[in-house]
């Protein structure tokens, strides 16, 4: 059971946009920063946003983060087949003084 | 641009020590810029962090897994290293060593490429 709580699937149309949430509580998304990982198949998991809503270089805009209380969601527009991938968000655990991992969403690009 | 490589052996007998080596190159280990992790990811699973160090000593273990686990730096080598006692097939997984940028709670920024570690009975 993860500390973060994601939702395990979504999917949408390419072009469309999709969205992905992350709950948590106040000893980790309350008060500390969200960052969002991206795993394509096979491969390690890559930096997507950090800091809640920052993108890292390279990362297109496609993709933003946002944060409110003790949730978080990641947004993706103009779904492309590359971005079908296992999408996890973690923040630290003020409380657990431990990094902290949402049990992942499967995007799926129909 | 750091990168990082896990190494060490891919399968490991039940009850015994899991050993894992992460190789740094174009950064060192002993910047007080950068703490050093350990992150790991069951067969169709997610991911679970295992714990980060740094040269500074500030060292922070997933509490479920603290009794079992060690980090460490080797400067000498410009590595790091992960032990995990006791392993069962629970800790069967793929292990990721991970770099964090100025503190144990900023994001793992930059992976290796995953090392499989199959515990047998």
């Known amino acids: 059971q993860s500390v973060l709580t994601q939702p395990p699937s979504v999917s949408a149309a390419p072009g469309h946009q999709v969205t992905i949430s992350c709950s948590g509580s106040?000893?980790?998304?309350?008060?500390?920063?969200v960052s969002w990982y991206q795993q394509l198949p096979g491969t390690a998991p890559k930096l997507l946003i950090f800091d809640n809503n920052k993108r890292p270089s390279g990362i297109p805009d496609r993709f933003s983060g946002s944060k409110s209380g003790t949730s978080a969601t990641l947004g993706i527009t103009g779904l492309q087949t590359g971005d079908e991938a296992d999408y996890y968000c973690g923040t630290w655990d003020s409380s657990l003084s431990a990094w902290v991992f949402g049990g992942g969403t499967k995007l799926t690009v129909l | 641009q750091v990168q990082l490589q896990e190494s060490g052996p891919g399968l490991v007998k039940s009850s015994e020590t899991l050993s894992l080596t992460c190789t740094v190159s174009r950064v060192s280990v002993i910047s007080t810029v950068y703490f050093w992790g350990w992150i790991r990811q069951p067969p169709g699973k997610g991911l679970e962090w295992i714990g980060t160090?740094?040269?500074?000593?500030?060292?922070y273990y997933n509490p479920s897994l603290k009794s079992r686990v060690t980090i460490s730096l080797d400067t000498s080598k410009n590595e790091f290293s992960l032990r995990l006692s006791s392993v069962t097939a629970a800790d069967t997984a793929v292990y990721y060593c991970?770099?964090?940028?100025?503190?144990?709670?900023?994001?793992?920024?930059?992976w290796g490429q995953g090392t499989m570690v199959t515990v047998s009975s």
């Open positions: 991970a770099r964090h940028m100025a503190s144990a709670a900023e994001p793992p920024d930059s």
């Open positions: 160090t740094s040269y500074s000593g500030n060292t």
């Open positions: 106040g000893s980790n998304i309350g008060n500390n920063w």
